[in-house]
């Protein structure tokens, strides 16, 4: 069942939401709590479709309690709509907005007022989840096409130039002038290296370990085959936990991983890379570390790998289609780059 989650210190306002919501939306549960603390503890449990929220409350305020909701990933993608007294005075609202409120609402209010700022938020987050199921099938349907073209190239190409390099290899060239050999020589030179490289070009594409063993041992491939590649030592770390991530996400975040180690080699000039991949709290938790030069995080938003590359940006938003969070930021050295994704919400993610 759909949730409403009204948050106000005031048991009477409590009850007039919630015959309310019981009057205009009664496939909704109402669910009511009287601080900020509660309010925050109940969105992470119940993880209704909307908030509404009032600020002047003891301990901790309308405008903190925002604040926090929309910084945990776990509940930063629920609307909500500030009802206050202080609703009149537009530097309040703008206040509210600042924090994160999705609109604000004045109190004493109008029902008719409240209905339709319900229905503008609920037709919001409805139009955030299919946008979300479309960006998922986009995902998965990229990928499915990723693997064909790389089975066609194992298959075709990769399989006729293996041939090729072995029908070659068999001829008896000793009886050869020197100037044959040397062609010869040269040109199975040539198509060995290019079924070593179609042979990496497919594992690029779609990498067989990540769909037959998961996303640590193509991580810990991934992380071997960029060390033996570019002289950059890796470290992998993990728990021994196995959690359950939907196959889409477990292909995104093993891109993630891809994406960010090409930007370390191309902007970081670092020498080390460091992965930790654990879960703790139904969130699944990823960080890339290097020790290179660093990243102004004011030009993330400009940050973008040509020729098909996510970008930094483009990874930021991804995630919040999937009601994750990556953050990029200074270390003590290099540049700390996290993705956190919650586990328990099965229908979205």
Excluded at 134 to 160: P, S
Excluded at 233 to 244: G, H, I, R, S, V
Excluded at 294 to 313: A, Q, S, V
Aim: include cysteine; charge should be neutral; hydrophobic fraction near 40%.
């Amino acid at each position: 069942m759909r949730k409403i989650l009204a948050v106000d210190d005031h048991p009477i306002n409590l009850d007039l939401l919630e015959q309310i919501i019981k009057i205009f939306y009664p496939g909704f549960e109402f669910l009511g709590a009287k601080s900020g603390e509660e309010g925050i503890t109940r969105a992470i449990e119940f993880q209704p479709d909307l908030i509404l929220l009032d600020i002047m409350m003891p301990g901790l305020n309308g405008y903190d309690t925002c604040k926090e909701l929309k910084k945990d990933p776990k509940t930063k993608h629920i609307p909500i709509i500030m009802v206050s007294a202080l609703g009149h005075d537009s530097n309040e609202r703008i206040k509210g907005l600042d924090a994160g409120a999705d609109s604000f609402l004045s109190k004493p209010f109008d029902k008719v007022e409240l209905r339709a700022q319900i229905n503008v938020a609920l037709r919001i987050k409805d139009y955030q989840e299919r946008l979300k199921s479309l960006n998922a099938e986009l995902l998965l349907a990229e990928e499915r096409e990723r693997r064909r073209i790389a089975e066609n190239l194992h298959d075709c190409l990769g399989q006729t130039l293996s041939l090729a390099y072995m029908n070659l290899t068999s001829i008896d060239i000793n009886g050869c002038a020197p100037k044959v050999k040397k062609t010869f020589d040269f040109t199975t030179e040539l198509i060995n290296k290019a079924v070593k490289e179609s042979r990496s070009l497919t594992y690029d594409l779609s990498p067989p370990i990540l769909y037959e063993l998961g996303l640590i041992p193509a991580v810990k491939w991934k992380l071997e085959e960029f060390e033996s590649k570019h002289k950059i030592q890796t470290q992998l770390y993990f728990d021994d936990k196995n959690p359950e991530i939907k196959k889409e996400f477990t292909i995104f975040l093993f891109r993630i991983v891809v994406e960010l180690l090409n930007n370390i080699v191309k902007h970081a000039k670092a020498s080390n890379v460091e992965v930790r991949i654990e879960s703790e709290n139904n969130l699944f938790k990823m960080t890339v570390t290097d020790n290179g030069c660093g990243i102004d995080t004011n030009k993330i938003k400009d940050t973008r790998i040509k020729n098909g590359g996510f970008g930094l940006f483009s990874i930021s938003e991804r995630m919040e289609n999937i009601n994750g969070s990556f953050h990029i930021q200074p270390a003590e050295k290099g540049t700390v780059a996290e993705i956190v994704l919650p586990l328990y919400n099965r229908s979205t993610t």
